[in-house]
């Protein structure tokens, strides 16, 4: 498989004209800003292609060939949850089958054992559960900084943050410095769901809201952390809801310039209490990570995350707008619980071939994009983030 070539700007414009996309063609190629209706346009288009082409133009203007990935290790280290999101497969109750709670020494017993891997981030995301303490999360920082001083956390969504401010007793405002001392290096970008009202009510009513959500993410940049964010497409929400929730991440990254990835996270319903849905198809994937492309003007960086999606779709999404695919990653648990069947973790090396053999250039990025190796191979320099204004 090789990437789409870049086409010719007349050219693109002629097949967008052809799919009934021409005005929305010839803004992207003025650089400028997509309307919420031209999102739904864009879901809405039978031209799968024109969408992705539309798309790779705007993925290769930003960052050409390159294709960014991680040497990375997951951390769930809790499946213990109150929230009982319908979706999810992974929480626990106390005493049920498989339920635990890492101690932070058995979580740097992890990282410790990976010690021989170029590791240069841990990935630690899990449920929420009010009797875990505070001196807990600063412990679980701590021990995983000290078992490998030179690692990248990458800690705690959103959802996870309001808890731990709970339990802390104070603001986050005051929670947040204390947790980049512990050794908090960024967050992920989950619990964002769909932020649409209706959504909540139905499949995960006592997780913090959209505007929760958006406000934690802003004190979070304000703190001068950079986030990633997410949205939990191919459940129940409408495609007016899917452009809602983009133009409200994109609002924020107006605002706070924070956002360093989008990462669509595809729904798996296998062992969920949804599991009589199908989830998005392929071909609902490449069109999640072209829309987010073309709508999400601000943020640097789109996610194929190939866990969730299967490498032949992730390699297929690297020409649909996608230039990152996540990490090594290493003990993925919460989308394996849903029924994914992708390895759990993947060799440096494979990762290197999927995006060579997607005709791309894999660049091995640390957590804030900073290049890990000059050249896996030849490539131009990498562009800048932005300053993140507070
Ligand atoms: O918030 C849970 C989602 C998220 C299911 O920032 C599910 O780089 C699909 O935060 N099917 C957590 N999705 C994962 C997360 C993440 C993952 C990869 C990269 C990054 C990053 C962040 O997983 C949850 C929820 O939205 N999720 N269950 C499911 N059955």
């Not at 956002?259 to 198809?281: A, C, R």
Request: aromatic residues 6%; proline residues 6%.
């Amino acid at each position: 498989m090789s990437a789409a070539p870049a086409r010719a700007p007349e050219r693109l414009l002629r097949h967008a004209r052809g799919a009934g996309l021409g005005e929305i063609a010839a803004k992207v190629l003025e650089r400028e800003r997509l309307s919420l209706e031209d999102g739904l346009s864009l879901y809405r288009t039978p031209h799968l292609h024109v969408l992705g082409a539309l798309a790779n133009h705007v993925r290769e203007r930003l960052h050409g060939d390159r294709t960014y990935f991680n040497v990375n290790q997951h951390i769930n280290y809790t499946n213990l949850c109150n929230k009982l999101c319908k979706f999810c497969a992974f929480q626990r109750l106390p005493g049920e089958a498989g339920a635990y709670l890492l101690t932070p020494e058995q979580a740097a017993d992890k990282i410790r054992a990976q010690l021989a891997e170029p590791v240069t981030e841990v990935h630690m995301v899990a449920g929420v559960w009010p009797r875990i303490p505070y001196s807990y999360y600063l412990e679980l920082l701590r021990a995983v900084k000290a078992a490998r001083p030179s690692i990248h956390i990458k800690a705690f969504t959103m959802v996870e943050l309001d808890q731990i401010a709970k339990v802390a007793g104070k603001p986050l405002e005051q929670v947040l410095p204390e947790l980049i001392e512990a050794g908090l290096g960024s967050c992920p970008g989950g619990g964002a769901e769909v932020f649409s009202e209706r959504v909540r009510a139905a499949t995960y009513h006592l997780k913090i809201s959209g505007d929760e959500w958006l406000a934690i993410a802003r004190k979070v940049h304000r703190a001068g952390l950079r986030s990633n964010c997410t949205m939990l497409h191919g459940h129940i929400e409408t495609i007016e809801e899917r452009v809602d929730h983009l133009d409200r991440l994109r609002r924020l990254q107006d605002e706070t310039g924070g956002f360093q990835t989008y990462i669509p996270l595809s729904f798996h319903p296998e062992n969920s209490e949804m599991s009589e849905l199908e989830g998005p198809s392929a071909l609902d994937e490449l069109r999640e990570i072209a829309v987010a492309r073309l709508l999400l003007d601000n943020i640097p960086h789109v996610k194929a995350y190939w866990i969730l999606l299967d490498v032949p779709v992730a390699q297929t999404a690297l020409s649909f707008g996608a230039d990152d695919v996540d990490g090594t990653v290493i003990e993925e648990h919460i989308y394996h619980d849903a029924g994914a069947t992708t390895p759990q973790q993947v060799a440096r090396r494979d990762l290197v071939r999927w995006i060579e053999r997607a005709g791309r250039v894999p660049c091995e990025r640390d957590t804030l994009y900073n290049l890990v190796h000059e050249a896996d191979a030849a490539r131009p320099e990498a562009p800048r983030i932005p300053e993140m204004s507070h």
